[in-house]
């Protein structure tokens, strides 16, 4: 049995299948490097922002997602903290650029997005 072989290993990532090095220092010249697509949600497309309400995982509990948000670090913060205040509410900003505010806001965020320039989709019933 051969030990060279690298069945799982969660130390590195991804591996190239012809060398085995990880996939970001991979020299092969038959095999490209896999790079990672941007994150960029469904409700993207066509470029609008998603204004929606979830329960899943909170115990029956509310919170309102923003998606979509062409932002990305201090400037989605600071409109994460905005829209938090606006609403007089709590929340997070999730690793993938999903801003959570704890309640039903849906309505409120809608028309302060709007007002920001913002082309706005509300989802949900």
Do not use: F, N, W
């Not at 799982?8 to 990672?36: H, L, M």
């Not at 993938?96 to 849906?106: L, N, P, S």
């Not at 809608?110 to 019933?125: H, P």
């Amino acid at each position: 049995m051969s030990g060279s072989r690298i069945v799982y290993s969660t130390d590195a990532g991804r591996r190239c299948p012809e060398c085995g090095r990880p996939a970001a220092e991979c020299r092969c010249k038959r095999s490209k490097p896999a790079v990672a697509a941007p994150l960029r949600s469904p409700q993207t497309r066509d470029g609008s922002v998603l204004v929606a309400r979830e329960t899943q995982g909170r115990g029956g509990k509310g919170v309102t997602v923003v998606s979509g948000l062409p932002l990305a670090g201090t400037e989605l913060e600071a409109l994460a903290k905005q829209l938090k205040q606006r609403c007089g509410s709590g929340g997070k900003l999730r690793e993938d650029g999903v801003i959570e505010i704890q309640g039903e806001h849906r309505d409120r965020l809608v028309v302060e997005l709007g007002k920001l320039g913002y082309r706005v989709k509300r989802a949900g019933g």
